[in-house]
């Protein structure tokens, strides 16, 4: 194709031209999906390693949810929450039984659900534990991403994420992550909730050490605080079972849910809890106009549906399996160390060869979308449909953008 004939560098500078430039996206508009392949305006195809931050663990346009969605749109869109519409109880009730929770409050991006288990850990603090008023303290660990609220960059240990939106919400402890002897530590009488990521995504999917969470389980249970597991984008199958927490057997006390429960179609998101937990709202008290809305219900009805057949959890473990032997095979081979739990890797790129986001722009020429994070490190996590032979392409790509 002839340069000056693409349309991809027009229409690059019309997205930049009137939007913040809050993101540095790779130089590519895609136009159409399917399954885990883009098709760019151009027409040239890419294979999604990134999967929407793990929005899409079911693919691009799964035929079940794209069905529902269009189903629902010719019916029924939105009520709020001041009446109640024909998909909530179904939504409410399945995903309470996949999470083995007895209720769930639905959101819709994943900052919210994070903000709603803060405010019900703190009001599960005063009103159960008998925490002092306006005590209450949450601890938190070194490199989370929670989101981007004001109150959850308050606890960011990322200064771009947090530097210049203070003032800042108190109320939180930071400690490292993986420590337990350090978290357990800054435990004290106010302590309402631990917030942890069971794997932290954005940090470059680091896995704590082996014992960690079932210890943070542990020490929660003792001293009386409760243990929220932000499993937004860990959760959902992405790791090889439904929740990353099950990889040690570990069941916190909430779990935040996002990204992939909305099946890539609209934002979903959900806090699930016992009700001695989430109990504690009462009308008036938190609540969110489009949160559970018909269409979203609809959709993530059948994502809750997909994930209770086990089949996307199995794809994600046995795929791993073979994204870890590929991209283990590179170590040494322009590649430093790499973290993988299912179809989720962490790969560090020897920064002397070149840094994470050049790497992300000669995989996009080589027709593989990832993303990278922290300097050299880059992030995939195709979506749980993609198959053996496209995980071999991706990392074959990645060779040879290391190889030069
Ligand atoms: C672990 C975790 N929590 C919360 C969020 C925030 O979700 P959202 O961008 O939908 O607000 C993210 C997003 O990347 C995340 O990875």
């Not at 929407?52 to 189903?71: D, K, M, Q, V």
């Not at 357990?184 to 995504?201: F, H, K, M, R, S």
């Not at 470059?204 to 605080?225: F, H």
């Not at 994470?356 to 490190?377: I, N, P, Y």
Request: charged residues 20%; glycine residues 10%.
């Amino acid at each position: 194709m002839i340069e000056d004939m693409l349309r991809t560098p027009a229409a690059v500078r019309d997205a930049e031209r009137h939007t913040a430039h809050n993101y540095h996206p790779l130089p590519v508009v895609i136009s159409s999906a399917e399954g885990a392949w883009l098709t760019d305006v151009d027409g040239r195809r890419y294979l999604d390693c990134l999967a929407g931050y793990s929005a899409l663990n079911f693919g691009h346009r799964h035929p079940t949810l794209i069905r529902a969605a269009h189903e629902q749109l010719d019916k029924l869109t939105l009520t709020s929450r001041a009446f109640i519409h024909d998909q909530f109880a179904d939504f409410c009730k399945e995903l309470a039984e996949l999470c083995g929770k007895d209720l769930v409050l639905p959101m819709n991006t994943g900052a919210e659900a994070v903000e709603t288990g803060i405010k019900v850990a703190r009001k599960w603090g005063y009103q159960v534990k008998g925490v002092t008023p306006g005590q209450a303290n949450i601890v938190v660990a070194e490199g989370n991403f929670h989101g981007r609220t004001t109150t959850i960059v308050s606890f960011s240990t990322d200064e771009d994420a947090r530097a210049d939106f203070g003032p800042y919400t108190p109320g939180f402890t930071v400690v490292p992550y993986g420590d337990l002897d350090a978290l357990t530590a800054a435990i004290d009488e106010n302590t309402v909730a631990v917030l942890l990521e069971p794997i932290q995504g954005e940090q470059g999917v680091v896995v704590p050490p082996e014992g960690y969470l079932p210890g943070v389980r542990r020490v929660c249970t003792e001293r009386n605080v409760l243990f929220i597991a932000d499993e937004i984008q860990s959760g959902l199958g992405r790791t090889g079972h439904t929740f990353a927490c099950d990889h040690e057997g570990v069941v916190p006390d909430m779990y935040l849910l996002g990204k992939a429960l909305g099946g890539g179609i609209v934002p979903v998101s959900a806090v699930a809890a016992n009700t001695d937990v989430l109990g504690v709202l009462k009308p008036g008290q938190h609540g969110s106009t489009f949160g559970g809305n018909p269409l979203a219900c609809a959709v993530a009805t059948e994502v809750v549906r997909l994930l209770a057949t086990g089949e996307f959890q199995r794809r994600s473990a046995e795929l791993g399996a073979r994204l870890r032997a590929g991209l283990e095979g590179l170590i040494g081979k322009g590649v430093v160390a790499v973290r993988v739990r299912g179809l989720w890797a962490g790969v560090d790129i020897d920064p002397t060869l070149m840094s994470g986001r050049e790497a992300c722009e000669r995989l996009m020429e080589r027709g593989v979308l990832a993303k990278d994070t922290h300097g050299s490190t880059i992030r995939l996590a195709p979506p749980l449909v993609i198959t053996d032979d496209e995980i071999d392409h991706a990392v074959a790509q990645l060779a040879a953008v290391l190889a030069g």
